[in-house]
């Protein structure tokens, strides 16, 4: 279950509530995957560089809201205004693998990032997924450069990478504020159809859904129905239609779209790609817009997915297990096995994470597989970690494996306790506050 939102935030600050964008209240299944793509993050100069040493404030966000539901950021990428971040269930991160992301600045010629798309692709089980988050052109008269700019983000993104381009992906997601307007309707009748909720009327002026009839890399795609109100320009903290002296027309700026592969073959195909072949299906559940949102002109779409995936890949690439009983009182031992064709690295480590761990440098310590080993057998190794690194106040945690050649984490335990230590001490409040300021050196002085 995946839930997507994009959402043109206009340089403000994250709401004080984002239960309902998220459906975190929502019966039945809970998602397994956050795909969120933001546009117009505040990107002034001071906020841009401070971004860059630390989490940008949505991040942190985000993170704040889902870690404590058992989500991690499983990647991000950000040029200036545009900002993409996933978040997944801890029991798919060993299952997915080959993380890249990728820019392409179109402002100013490709000089600038203010417009453009920002990729995350992955492979989910074996199958290869993209996201791309856009923010295109403006203004209605500026359709062909939205498609030229649309068609090179599609061109440059990973080109010349060991990895597929993105229309080589089983399934590629295309989202963002897009900026098509609705063509030829005056003002007045766009905003009667509206009041009416007669949106079938706009459609066939929609410019994207025009541009879908006639160009042929955009005829692949496909979206839901558009049974929402058009998603921008809209008064602040208000569902008020623009009342501005430029009084822009309503159009649907804010847009999911998808792609599958196997469709695409099976048209070139003409009948030949059986059912059965098929290993991936996509089921847009719900698309909707979230009118309560007021901190932007735009209000925020999301798309709520079912992938029903055969896995290709269905075994851990590495199984750990903590061994014994775990506390402060005395060293700890980490036993792990990996399958044989894993590519391990001196550089590999064993984090220990609290269950509720944000990212992967959220660890409260480490071991690396190789320094702090002490035991190989042909089926299993052995480390240990110091019983100076354990927090002495205990409680729930993981064991996640990292891989340096596979930048990811390919292994997790399940949750254990470690048990509090008869002589707990101030050390376990001294370690939390100074660790963040530790662990990001430790670990990239040893990549360098």
């Not at 205004?81 to 978040?87: A, E, S, W």
Request: with cysteine.
């Amino acid at each position: 279950r995946l839930h997507l939102v994009t959402w043109n935030v206009g340089t403000a600050s994250p709401p004080p509530d984002v239960t309902s964008l998220l459906q975190l209240n929502s019966v039945g299944p809970t998602m397994d995957m956050y795909v969120i793509g933001l546009q117009e993050v505040n990107s002034k100069i001071t906020n841009f560089l401070s971004d860059l040493a630390f989490d940008d404030p949505w991040s942190i966000f985000f993170m704040t809201v889902l870690s404590p539901l058992g989500y991690i950021k499983l990647s991000s990428v950000r040029m200036q205004g545009l900002l993409l971040l996933i978040f997944v269930k801890h029991m798919h991160l060993p299952f997915i693998r080959d993380i890249h992301t990728q820019f392409t600045r179109t402002g100013l010629y490709g000089y600038w990032g203010n417009k453009g798309g920002v990729s995350i692709r992955m492979s989910l089980y074996g199958h290869t997924i993209c996201f791309m988050n856009c923010h295109l052109p403006a203004h209605m008269e500026n359709t062909e450069q939205r498609l030229d700019d649309f068609e090179k983000i599609l061109e440059m993104q990973f080109e010349g990478e060991n990895i597929p381009s993105t229309l080589e992906h089983d399934v590629l997601f295309w989202f963002g504020d897009l900026n098509f307007r609705i063509a030829d309707y005056g003002i007045h009748f766009v905003r009667e159809s509206i009041n009416n909720k007669r949106y079938s009327l706009l459609w066939e002026k929609d410019q994207l859904n025009m541009a879908k009839k006639t160009e042929a890399f955009l005829k692949e795609f496909i979206e839901g129905p558009l049974q929402f109100k058009p998603t921008y320009k809209f008064d602040l903290y208000s569902d008020v239609y623009d009342t501005s002296e430029k009084k822009r027309k309503p159009a649907w700026t804010d847009r999911i779209l998808w792609r599958l592969k196997h469709l695409c073959q099976n048209e070139s195909k003409e009948g030949e790609f059986s059912e059965e072949e098929q290993t991936i299906f996509v089921t847009l559940n719900n698309y909707v817009s979230h009118m309560s949102y007021g901190i932007s002109d735009h209000k925020p779409v999301t798309g709520t997915f079912g992938l029903e995936l055969k896995p290709l890949v269905s075994v851990p690439l590495v199984m750990l297990n903590p061994e014994g009983e775990w506390s402060a009182e005395h060293d700890v031992i980490i036993r792990y096995s990996a399958v044989p064709e894993f590519p391990s690295s001196a550089w590999d480590w064993i984090g220990l994470f609290k269950v509720t761990f944000r990212h992967t440098n959220d660890y409260v310590t480490y071991a690396w597989v190789e320094d702090d080993e002490i035991s190989s057998d042909k089926d299993s190794k052995q480390v240990y970690m110091s019983a100076a690194e354990i927090p002495t106040m205990g409680g729930e945690f993981l064991l996640c494996y990292y891989s340096n050649n596979l930048q990811s984490i390919v292994g997790i335990s399940e949750p254990f306790q470690i048990l509090p230590s008869k002589t707990s001490t101030e050390k376990d409040l001294t370690q939390e506050e100074n660790s963040w300021m530790q662990k990001p050196d430790n670990l990239e002085s040893r990549d360098e």
